[in-house]
């Protein structure tokens, strides 16, 4: 068989275990030489390679590659940047097909959540109605955890564990002060339509501690929401509120919507955590404190899930070998065979059943009263929560890599994107 290139870019919001995937994908590619030239990746993503910025892997050593196990976000550069359907853009998507040609390139690994899926899906269609071969692999990735098919996401374990450590601990605090000062804090999570981020702070139930958590699976109820703070505070002194970013009221209004949109199309939120609290100090009179976990939350890689970690890296692995066994058009899943212990398998799913579906949290994960998580969610989210791979450290901070990522020369005309 003829020894093709391959082409590897992140997309989107990245993650504390996202460069893990990368890892995997470039370490497995350098054990079939005979099947996989270069690995090329794409600088910013996608967008590397529409104006054919190309990154040579091969140009970074293997201490350097096996470094990127322990590093947050992207090592290569990540973009926000949806193509456009196939007949509203042809131009963008065949301008792919011309620079992956001009490159050799006949793998095609992109490393991301839903909007990433429906690209790889659209080049996979194209470059087959093309004539040309070209196996695109989907690797998941989002702190979200709303791709549909997989036990979970990489990237969301390790900000459920971020998010559920930072709650215990910041009530805690709350705790110390509710006698005079703070009786009510609350924690802005991400997620946008699915509550799974947000269900790790009801975690720390579990270790006494008075939390209400707003779900965007459940319909946001002002007046349920401050007599619950308010019976929780009287019973035990103070309160932690978790909120998700994507929390909305019965209109579908977001608490923390801003009236502008990014570059996919979506409300862009942030702000629910100070108009939930300035609620509560209105209503209540409780003193308050107020935080958003933001960037914090995905690229927090120092307290990132060792079950993540792994599960990140074997994801890229099975990608790389998914290509070289002749699939298409697919995606490297997660199949939990276990709760306790914990095992699981890794499968793989059609991109034409992933892409642009949404997965939630099912109801029987959220308390009948709305405010809390089930046994059922404990039972799914500790174990991806469970164990820690501390990077190096050296004087007092982590050792995070940093790639040359050296050019590789453009072999095409220069193209506008659109």
């Known amino acids: 068989m003829p020894i093709l290139n391959a082409f590897y870019a992140q997309s989107g919001g990245v993650t504390s275990v996202i460069n893990a995937s990368a890892c995997g994908v470039i370490e497995t590619a350098r054990k079939h030489p005979d099947r996989i030239g270069n690995v090329y990746a794409g600088r910013n993503g996608i967008i590397g390679a529409l104006t ?4 040579d892997t091969g140009a970074e050593p293997a201490e350097a590659i096996a470094a990127l196990r322990s590093t947050p976000a992207g090592a290569f550069g990540s973009c926000r940047y949806k193509l456009k359907s196939l007949e509203e853009n042809r131009r963008e998507y065949e301008r792919l097909i011309e620079v992956f040609k001009a490159h050799g390139i006949g793998y095609f690994f992109y490393n991301g959540g839903g909007d990433s899926a429906d690209t790889c899906f659209k080049v996979s269609q194209l470059s087959q109605s093309l004539g040309y071969p070209l196996q ?14 997989t036990d979970c996401c990489p990237g969301f374990g390790s900000v459920a564990k971020y998010v559920a450590v930072s709650t215990l601990e910041a009530s805690f605090d709350v705790r110390s002060m509710a006698a005079t000062s703070t009786k009510v804090f609350v924690l802005e999570v991400m997620g946008r339509h ?28 002002k007046a349920r929401f401050l007599a619950r703070v308010d019976e929780l505070v009287k019973q035990h002194g103070y309160c932690s509120v978790v909120v998700s970013e994507g929390c909305h009221y019965p209109d579908g209004t977001f608490l923390a919507e801003q009236g502008t949109r990014d570059a996919f199309g979506h409300a862009q939120l942030g702000g629910a955590a100070p108009v939930v609290a300035q609620m509560v100090k209105e209503a209540l009179g409780h003193k308050f404190h107020w935080a958003v976990a933001d960037y914090l939350q995905r690229a927090a890689r120092h307290i990132a899930s060792a079950t993540d970690v792994k599960q990140a890296y074997e994801l890229g692995q099975r990608a790389v070998e998914l290509a070289l066994e002749g699939r298409n058009a ?4 997660i199949e939990r065979t276990s709760d306790a212990p914990y095992a699981y398998r890794i499968g793989s ?3 034409d059943a992933v892409a642009n579906v949404e997965k939630p949290m099912p109801r029987d994960f959220i308390s009948a009263d709305g405010w809390g998580i089930t ?27 940093t790639l040359r990522n050296v050019a590789v020369p453009r072999k095409l005309p220069a193209f506008e994107l659109a």
Do not use: Q, S
Not at 52 to 55: A, K
Not at 136 to 148: E, F, G, M, R
Not at 330 to 333: F, G, N
């Open 330 to 333: 697919v995606m490297p899943t």
């Open 349 to 351: 799913a059609p991109l």
């Open 194 to 221: 699915a509550g799974w981020i947000a269900a790790a702070g009801g975690l720390v139930a579990d270790h006494g501690i008075p939390v209400v958590v707003l779900f965007p699976e459940i319909e946001f109820d």
């Open 52 to 55: 054919e910025e190309l990154i």
């Open 375 to 401: 046994d059922k969610c404990r039972r799914y989210l500790l174990p991806l929560i469970e164990g820690e791979d501390y990077p190096a450290y050296r004087n007092g901070l982590p050792v995070y890599a």
């Open 136 to 149: 695109a692999i989907h690797v998941p990735k989002t702190i979200d955890n709303d791709l549909p098919l």
